[in-house]
Nanobody
Framework: QVQLVESGGGLVQAGGSLRLSCAASGGTFSRNAMGWFRQGPGKERAFVAAITWSGASTYAASVKGRFTISRDNAKNTVFLQMNSLKPEDAAVYYC?????????????????WGQGTQVTVSS
């Protein structure tokens, strides 16, 4: 059974940094794109970043230049380095496995999801 487990969330001051990790198990991941999404209180789950097996990536405009997605295929792990955090970045962050090789910001293109990790940013 496919499992995705996020970690690394927490409380940080505005301007600070956090590094999220997503450990995948129970299935194939090395050939799938992987993505990060986030959901703030009262908001829909929104795309943050995605990465292909080969390392190509794409970002939401709101995080571009501040967040960096990466992956270690040998360890089935995906990372999200978040710098210059803002209060509006506060949310539950989810990682997800893409259905295909390609990059997508569309939630429907992801088939497995983790439970999420909370990120809180104080102003």
């Amino acid at each position: 059974q496919v499992q995705l487990v996020e970690s690394g969330g927490g409380l940080v001051q505005a301007g600070g940094s956090l590094r999220l990790s997503c450990a995948a198990s129970g299935g194939t991941f090395s050939r799938n794109a992987m993505g990060w999404f986030r959901q703030g209180p009262g908001k829909e789950r929104a795309f943050v970043a995605a990465i292909t097996w080969s390392g190509a990536s794409t970002y939401a405009a709101s995080v571009k230049g501040r967040f960096t997605i990466s992956r270690d295929n040998a360890k089935n792990t995906v990372f999200l380095q978040m710098n210059s955090l803002k209060p509006e970045d506060a949310a539950v962050y989810y990682c997800a496995r893409g259905r295909t090789l390609g990059l997508s910001a569309d939630r429907s293109q992801y088939d497995y999801w983790g439970q999420g990790t909370q990120v809180t940013v104080s102003s």
